[in-house]
C-alpha cells in the first residue's frame, strides 16, 4: 500500500516508538468481524450454526472477528439479519454510553446503519431511535439494514443537522455523532480514502465536525450522554475537537476518551469519546397515539403473532407500525417511521419484506421451513414445488425468518425482494452455516 508521504511524516511524529508497529499492521489484509444481532439471536446459538473459525473479541460476548474466507454474501443467516459484518474498532463507539430500555436515541450520521443497529439491539426495540442520514442515497440503504436486523423501534430522518437538532433540541438521553471525516482508519479497505486525504482536508474535515458536534449538542438533555467518534487518527479531528467542544460547552464533562489503532486493537482504527451534560435526566414521556382504522391489516393481522404501536395508514397505500413517541414528527422530513407492515390495497393486505424479517424467528403463523436446498432457491428468487396451505408465509431457515412467500396449494411464489436476490447459486466450498457455499 502506497500511503502519502505527507500523511506518513505525521504518524511517524504521531507515533513515534509505535510507528514501526503500525507500518507493519498497514500491510496486512483488512480485519473482518461481526457483530451478533441479539434482537434475533444469542452468541453461543449463532456460534453453533455458523460452524466456522470465531475468535471473541476481547470481552465483548457478541462480537467475533472471522477468517478471511468468510463469505457472509452468500449466507443465508446473514440474509436472515442474525448478524452485522463489522469491524471491530467500529463497534467501539455505540458500546460506550450507558443505555436502558425505554430511552430516547438519537444516531445523527446513522448510514449505513451499523451503529444504529448496535443501539437498537442495546435498547431491545424498547423507547425510540432517531436514525438521521443527510444523504438519502444513504439513507435507503440504511432502511435496508435496519429492516435485516429486524429494527423496529427506529425513525429514519433525512436532514441537515442544523435543521433536526434545532426542532429537537434537549429531547435525547443519548446522542451518537460518528461523523464524516478523513476516513484514515478505511486505509486497508478503501483505496478512494487514501486518494483523497491531504493535510487540508484534514482541516476541512475538523472544521465540519465541529459544526456537526456544536449541533449535536443541542439535542441533549441535561444529564444525558454524547458520544463522538471518528474513523481517523488526526488529532485535528480527534483529541483537539474534543477539547475545542469542551472549552466551547463548559455545560458537558469527559467521561472518557479512547484511540483505538491497527496496531493496538484488532480493527481498522477508531477514535471516541463520551461526554455527560450537567444536570439531572428525566425519563422521556412517550405518547400513545390511536390506531387508524385498516381493515384489511385488521383481517391479515389475525394469522400473525401480536404486535404492538400505533398503525398508521399513509396517503400511498403504506401501513406503518409506529412505536410510541416522546415527541411529535412534525417539521422532520421522515423517510420511514417504526415498522413497515404492507400495503392497504382496500380488499387485500400486502405484506412487506420487512414485517417477515420482524423478529428472530418470525411473526407469522405460517411459516415454510427450507432445507439446504431450497433456501438458495429461494434466494435466488426461484419458486419452489410444495403442498401448503393458501396465503402468505413466512420462508424460514433453521428456524429464523427470510422473507415472504404465497401459496396457490401447490407452489411457493418467491416474494423476497427482488434488489436483494443472489445473482447465482453459491459454488465454492466454505463452512457458512454448514452449507457447500
Known amino acids: 500500500m502506497r500511503l502519502p508521504e505527507a500523511y506518513l511524516i505525521r504518524m511517524q511524529a504521531q507515533l513515534k516508538k509505535e510507528y514501526p508497529a503500525y507500518l507493519d499492521a498497514m500491510s496486512q489484509p483488512p480485519s473482518a468481524a461481526l457483530r451478533v444481532n441479539t434482537l434475533k439471536i444469542l452468541p453461543e446459538r449463532l456460534k453453533d450454526l455458523l460452524q466456522t473459525d470465531l475468535t471473541r473479541i476481547g470481552d465483548w460476548d457478541d462480537a467475533y472477528a472471522v477468517s478471511e474466507g468468510f463469505r457472509p454474501g452468500y449466507d443465508p443467516l446473514h440474509c436472515a439479519g442474525l448478524y452485522y459484518m463489522q469491524e471491530a474498532s467500529a463497534q467501539a463507539p455505540a458500546r460506550l454510553p450507558k443505555i436502558l430500555p425505554g430511552m430516547a436515541i438519537l444516531d445523527l450520521c446513522a448510514a449505513p446503519g451499523g451503529k444504529t443497529t448496535q443501539l437498537a439491539a442495546r435498547m431491545q426495540n424498547s423507547g425510540v431511535l432517531i436514525a438521521n442520514e443527510y444523504v438519502p442515497s444513504r439513507a435507503n440503504i440504511l432502511i435496508g439494514n435496519l429492516e435485516r436486523m429486524g429494527v423496529t423501534n427506529a425513525v429514519v430522518t433525512n436532514m441537515d443537522t442544523v435543521a433536526l437538532c434545532a426542532r429537537l433540541a434537549e429531547s435525547f438521553d443519548v446522542v451518537l455523532c460518528d461523523a464524516p471525516c478523513a476516513g484514515e482508519g478505511m486505509f486497508r479497505k478503501d483505496t478512494k480514502a487514501v486518494e483523497e ?162 423478529s428472530g424467528s418470525s411473526p407469522f403463523l405460517h411459516t415454510e421451513e427450507l432445507d439446504e436446498e431450497e433456501v438458495f432457491r429461494y434466494l435466488t428468487g426461484e419458486t419452489i414445488s410444495r403442498r401448503s396451505e393458501k396465503g402468505w408465509c413466512a420462508a424460514r431457515y433453521r428456524g429464523f425468518s427470510l422473507g415472504l412467500m404465497k401459496s396457490d396449494g401447490q407452489i411457493l411464489k418467491n416474494h423476497y425482494p427482488k434488489g436483494l436476490r443472489l445473482l447465482e447459486k453459491p459454488r465454492s466450498a466454505c463452512k457458512n452455516s454448514g452449507n457447500p457455499l
Open 197 to 358: 486525504w491531504s493535510e487540508e482536508h484534514v482541516r476541512s474535515c475538523a472544521l465540519r465536525e465541529r459544526g456537526i458536534l456544536d449541533n449535536a449538542a443541542k439535542a441533549v438533555k441535561p444529564g444525558g450522554q454524547l458520544v463522538y467518534s471518528t474513523c481517523s487518527f488526526s488529532p485535528e479531528e480527534d483529541e483537539q475537537t474534543t477539547a475545542w467542544f469542551l472549552h466551547s460547552h463548559p455545560g458537558f464533562s469527559l467521561k472518557f476518551e479512547q484511540k483505538l489503532y491497527p496496531h493496538t486493537f484488532p480493527g481498522e482504527g477508531q477514535y471516541c469519546a463520551l461526554f455527560e451534560k450537567e444536570g439531572s435526566l428525566s425519563p422521556s414521556v412517550f405518547l400513545f397515539s390511536k390506531s387508524d382504522r385498516v381493515a384489511s391489516w385488521e383481517a391479515f393481522s389475525e394469522q400473525l403473532s401480536p404486535l404492538s404501536g400505533r398503525v398508521l395508514r399513509l396517503k400511498d397505500e403504506r401501513v406503518l407500525l409506529i412505536p410510541p413517541l416522546p415527541f411529535s414528527l412534525d417539521g422532520l422530513k421522515t423517510v420511514r417511521a417504526g415498522l413497515l407492515l404492507g400495503e392497504d390495497k382496500g380488499n387485500r393486505f400486502e405484506p412487506s419484506h420487512a414485517l417477515a424479517l420482524a
